[in-house]
């Protein structure tokens, strides 16, 4: 069985930092591409971060420079280090995995994923 599971959301002001975990099991996939979607309340789902196995990262234009995306893949484990947040950031985060990495974009159709874990990003 696939397990995704998320932690580490919260409220934070404007400005502050977060860093949300991710403990993966269970996943079919030898070398799987990880990565993190959100969605703001209100508005569509969003592709954030993506991070292949042997460590290349893509982002969203919105979060370049703000958001760190790793892993550790001794530990099954998913990370996404939030900088210089913004109300806009405000969301639910899910955590994703899929055979391959095509783009952070591409995080949205992957197969398995997670609860989420909610955001708030006060101003």
């Known amino acids: 069985e696939v397990q995704l599971v998320e932690s580490g959301g919260g409220s934070v002001q404007a400005g502050g930092s977060r860093r949300l975990s991710c403990a993966a099991s269970g996943l079919a996939y030898r070398n799987p591409c990880m990565g993190w979607w959100r969605q703001a309340p209100g508005k569509g789902r969003e592709g954030v971060a993506s991070?292949?196995?042997?460590?290349?990262?893509d982002y969203t234009d919105s979060v370049k420079g703000r958001f760190t995306i790793s892993r550790d893949n001794a530990r099954n484990a998913l990370y996404l280090q939030m900088n210089s947040l913004k109300p806009e950031d405000t969301g639910w985060y899910y955590c994703?995995?899929?055979?391959?990495?095509?783009?952070?974009?591409?995080?949205?159709?992957?197969?398995?994923w997670g609860r989420g874990t909610q955001v708030t990003v006060s101003s």
């Open positions: 994703a995995a899929d055979a391959g990495c095509r783009g952070s974009g591409y995080v949205l159709a992957f197969p398995d």
């Open positions: 991070i292949a196995a042997d460590g290349y990262t």
